[in-house]
């Protein structure tokens, strides 16, 4: 299954196009976007189906373009296909959407469902998560393996921060995010499940504790 941000725009998927003539799970080569009876569609969950209008791509690496569809290396990966999807069949509302590609003489019909996800696991700066709730932030005063000392102005309540994450996002393991499982309000001590690269916090780094 492909993982999509829900609301992206131009993006593209591939597919491996298989011929029906073959009794070795062989691909089909030499599609183009116009090939008699070729026709791409999909259906957003809970949805009727939608024609995708396909077009011409002038390479494999072209620009995006909305029904673009292109064969990507015939000698090389045989069978692998480029689909420009439109934007409005990943856009926010629905939890997924399944594209289909058929019809052409000795295809064999393909599915890709695509997973439309609210958090962008591309996204280089707290995999998207800077839009949710900061509840704490700050200097770490130290910081483990499995554990990282909050600021002392943090929260005394103990499990005050447990079942949320907490992202390092400056200093030493800058980028990284661990599940807080426990907390102890009287030393600080946030404990972690671990710490999504491995590298434990000090007193360099800097924190955001994120809450839905």
């Given at each position: 299954m492909r993982e999509?941000?829900?609301?992206?725009t131009s993006q593209s998927v591939y597919f491996v196009i298989r011929d029906t003539r073959s009794t070795t799970d062989g691909r089909l080569?030499?599609?183009?976007?116009?090939?008699s009876g070729?026709?791409?569609s999909y259906a957003r969950n809970g949805g009727a189906r939608t024609a995708i209008t396909?077009?011409?791509?002038?390479?494999p690496s072209a620009a995006w373009s909305t029904g673009g569809f292109v064969e990507v290396d015939a000698t090389h990966m045989p069978g692998l296909y480029r689909l420009d999807l439109p934007d409005a069949a990943i856009a926010a509302g629905v939890p997924s959407v399944i594209v289909t590609v058929r019809g052409a003489a000795n295809m064999a019909q393909e599915d890709l469902e695509i997973q439309l996800t609210a958090?962008?696991?591309?996204?280089?700066?707290?995999?998207g998560v800077q839009n949710l709730g900061v509840v704490d932030s700050g200097t770490a005063q130290a910081g483990s393996s499995s554990s990282i000392?909050?600021?002392?102005?943090?929260?005394?309540t103990t499990d005050k921060y447990k079942g949320l994450f907490v992202y390092i996002d400056g200093g030493t393991g800058k980028g990284q995010i661990g599940f807080v499982?426990?907390?102890n309000g009287s030393t600080k001590v946030a404990t972690v499940n671990a710490w999504s690269a491995g590298t434990a916090p000090d007193s360099t780094s800097t924190y955001s504790i994120i809450g839905f």
């Open positions: 999509i941000t829900a609301g992206a080569t030499g599609l183009v976007y116009n090939a070729l026709e791409a396909l077009a011409t791509l002038a390479s958090v962008d696991f591309q996204d280089a700066v707290k995999m000392t909050l600021r002392a102005g943090a929260s005394a499982t426990a907390y």
